[in-house]
């Protein structure tokens, strides 16, 4: 079968023929379409090798979606043709969804598998996991009340773009940075407040659309002069959030704000509630880019440039 994976830490992801993954005890999924996600090339690259088990030769993708050919035994939780979709990081992991097959834990040890809600495509389900259960961890860790002001750095992005929806239909005010190009559809996600990128220092910009100062800043971008020039914008006691990881030391030890790297966490229980939002209409995937199997190793590299926003980055496997 086709397969996007790497023989060892630091090789450039490539497109390979491996044998069809037998599944022991776990989950064996015909994968439809997978997502993108900069977890991908993190692995990839060694630098999450002191996170979890890895086998080699390793196929990469952690967000995928599909339909089940066979359980191994002592499965319970699926059953032959069930559509499921989740973050397919079992321990170890040795078979990710850039192939026509993959092999994932019932319930992984690192992840979350559940089934596809009626009526959702592959595509669609395939973008939501790892980037939607991110923002909803993000926005219930900084405990931004309703009525509150939380900014979004990076809303354009695929945890950005989920988190100005999920935020908004929780009655948050939302202030998000986007370019010109794409303002009008950040509003239609639900954001109230645009800064457009480049037009003036974002800093100055939250002094003129929030002089009271905001709730929350949540970083989707890992800019840290960025967020520690914007972070006396936070009221005392606010958040300041960094998905991308690297906040600033200085930040970390300020006690006027709580800042901090977000780490997911809870996954079974943020992709049921991701599920549910999805299947509400209350949140949708937006994805920038459609690309073939054979064209994840430049998606992963940052070589393919969505016309509008960024969002996510679909792989269409069949």
Same mark, same amino acid.
């Given at each position: 079968?086709r397969a996007?994976? &790497?023989e060892h830490?630091?090789?450039t992801?490539?497109l390979k023929?491996?044998? #069809?993954?037998?599944?022991?005890g776990? =989950? @064996? =999924?015909?994968?439809?379409a997978a997502s993108?996600n900069?977890?991908?090339?993190? /692995?990839? +690259?060694?630098a999450l090798?002191?996170?979890?088990? %890895? @086998?080699?030769?390793?196929?990469?993708?952690m967000?995928?979606?599909?339909?089940?050919t066979a359980?191994?035994? !002592?499965?319970?939780e699926? !059953?032959?043709?069930?559509?499921?979709?989740?973050?397919f990081w +079992?321990?170890p992991l040795r078979?990710?969804?850039?192939?026509e097959?993959?092999? =994932?834990?019932? $319930?992984p040890a690192?992840?979350a598998l559940a089934?596809i809600?009626d009526g959702l495509?592959s595509?669609?389900?395939a973008?939501l996991?790892t980037?939607?259960m991110?923002a909803?961890g993000?926005i219930d860790?900084m @405990?931004?009340p309703?009525g509150g002001t939380?900014v &979004?750095?990076? $809303?354009?992005g695929?945890?950005?773009?989920?988190a100005?929806?999920?935020a908004a $239909? @929780?009655?948050i005010?939302?202030?998000?940075? $986007?370019?010109?190009?794409?303002?009008?559809e950040v509003r239609?996600?639900g954001?109230?407040?645009?800064?457009e990128?480049g037009t003036?220092? &974002?800093d100055?910009?939250?002094r003129?659309?929030?002089?009271?100062? #905001?709730d929350a800043i949540?970083?989707a =971008?890992?800019?840290?002069?960025?967020? +520690?020039?914007?972070?006396?914008? #936070?009221?005392?006691? !606010?958040?300041?959030?960094?998905v991308?990881f690297g #906040?600033?030391k200085?930040?970390?030890?300020d006690?006027r704000?709580r800042?901090?790297? %977000?780490?997911?966490d809870?996954?079974p229980?943020r992709l049921?509630?991701?599920t549910?939002?999805?299947?509400?209409?209350? /949140?949708?995937?937006? &994805?920038g880019a459609m690309?073939s199997l054979e064209e994840?190793?430049r998606?992963?590299?940052g070589?393919?440039?969505?016309a509008?926003?960024?969002?996510?980055?679909?792989?269409?496997?069949?």
């Amino acid at each position: 079968m086709r397969a996007i994976g &790497i023989e060892h830490f630091g090789e450039t992801p490539a497109l390979k023929e491996v044998p #069809v993954p037998e599944p022991g005890g776990e =989950v @064996r =999924v015909a994968i439809e379409a997978a997502s993108t996600n900069p977890l991908d090339l993190a /692995i990839a +690259s060694g630098a999450l090798a002191a996170l979890g088990e %890895y @086998r080699f030769p390793l196929t990469l993708g952690m967000d995928g979606a599909g339909t089940v050919t066979a359980v191994g035994g !002592g499965v319970t939780e699926f !059953g032959v043709g069930d559509r499921v979709f989740g973050q397919f990081w +079992s321990r170890p992991l040795r078979s990710g969804t850039f192939a026509e097959v993959a092999v =994932v834990q019932a $319930a992984p040890a690192f992840g979350a598998l559940a089934r596809i809600p009626d009526g959702l495509p592959s595509d669609a389900a395939a973008a939501l996991p790892t980037a939607g259960m991110t923002a909803l961890g993000a926005i219930d860790a900084m @405990r931004v009340p309703e009525g509150g002001t939380l900014v &979004i750095l990076g $809303a354009t992005g695929g945890v950005g773009t989920f988190a100005v929806q999920a935020a908004a $239909a @929780r009655g948050i005010r939302v202030i998000a940075t $986007a370019s010109a190009e794409v303002a009008g559809e950040v509003r239609e996600l639900g954001a109230t407040g645009i800064i457009e990128r480049g037009t003036e220092p &974002i800093d100055l910009a939250l002094r003129r659309l929030a002089p009271d100062g #905001v709730d929350a800043i949540l970083d989707a =971008v890992g800019d840290r002069s960025l967020t +520690s020039s914007v972070a006396g914008a #936070v009221q005392d006691g !606010g958040a300041l959030l960094l998905v991308a990881f690297g #906040v600033d030391k200085k930040l970390l030890a300020d006690e006027r704000i709580r800042a901090a790297d %977000y780490r997911l966490d809870r996954k079974p229980e943020r992709l049921a509630e991701l599920t549910r939002l999805a299947t509400a209409g209350t /949140i949708r995937p937006v &994805i920038g880019a459609m690309l073939s199997l054979e064209e994840a190793p430049r998606a992963l590299t940052g070589g393919v440039e969505p016309a509008g926003m960024r969002g996510k980055v679909i792989l269409q496997v069949r």
